[in-house]
Structure formats: structure tokens, C-alpha cells
């Protein structure tokens, strides 16, 4: 199984910039999709971003195109969200993805999940 932890959230104003950060387990991170997902108080968890396992296939939401960047660093083990412009809409609690394949992480299924961390955009 593979185990992710999530780290770079806080509070932000609006126009503002956050980078995400998802350290995962296991020496076969390089063989996984990773994706990130969020949920806002009250709403169901919604796809945000993925990336294929070499790096060079990207997926986002309509709601965050042009906004936030997804990257992987199979070296580290890592994979991360650059959150650019960002919104008062954007506050959510963001969790990291895994799956084996990266259809099942942009339809909003990923077989692991992180535990999340706090977003917060103020106005």
C-alpha cells in the first residue's frame, strides 16, 4: 500500500500563492498516477489536478486551469501543487492521490489518499 502526506497549506489572501507538497511511500512511487482532489465544508470532494507517472500527461479542472500547476519529482518521491491567483472558492481541505491508473484519479476514484491539508483563502 502506498501512504502520502501532505504538507504546505496556511492562510492566504486572495491573488495570492501557495505550493502543496505530497511525500509518498514506497520505492515504487515512479509506477503510480498522482493527483490531487479537495473538499470545501459542506461539498463533496472534487477532482483538481493529476499527472501520469512519467511526468509529461497533465489533467486539471476547468475551475483551476491557468491557475495551478501540477509536477512530480520521482527522485524525491514527491509530488506538488504550485496554486497561483488564487480565490476565496479555492478553500477547501486538499488531499493528495494515488492510483495505478490515472483515469481513475481524474474521475475522482484514486485507490489512496493523504490526509489532507488546509487551504484558506480570505478576501
Known amino acids: 500500500q502506498v501512504q502520502l502526506t501532505e504538507s504546505g497549506g496556511g492562510l492566504v489572501q486572495a491573488g495570492g500563492s501557495l505550493r502543496l507538497s505530497c511525500a509518498a511511500s514506497?520505492?515504487?512511487?515512479?509506477?503510480?498516477?498522482m493527483g490531487w482532489l479537495r473538499q470545501a465544508p459542506g461539498k463533496e470532494r472534487e477532482f483538481v489536478a493529476a499527472?501520469?507517472?512519467?511526468?509529461?500527461?497533465?489533467t486539471y479542472a476547468d475551475s483551476v486551469k491557468g491557475r495551478f500547476t501540477i509536477s512530480r519529482d520521482n527522485a524525491k518521491n514527491t509530488v506538488y501543487l504550485q496554486m497561483n491567483s488564487l480565490k476565496p472558492e479555492d478553500t477547501a481541505v486538499y488531499y493528495c492521490?494515488?492510483?495505478?491508473?490515472?483515469?481513475?484519479?481524474?474521475?475522482?476514484?484514486?485507490?489512496?489518499w493523504g490526509q489532507g491539508t488546509q487551504v484558506t483563502v480570505s478576501s
Open positions: 492521490a494515488s492510483d495505478r491508473n490515472y483515469g481513475t484519479i481524474v474521475g475522482g476514484f484514486p485507490d489512496y
Open positions: 514506497g520505492r515504487s512511487f515512479s509506477t503510480y498516477a
Open positions: 499527472v501520469g507517472w512519467s511526468g509529461g500527461s497533465t
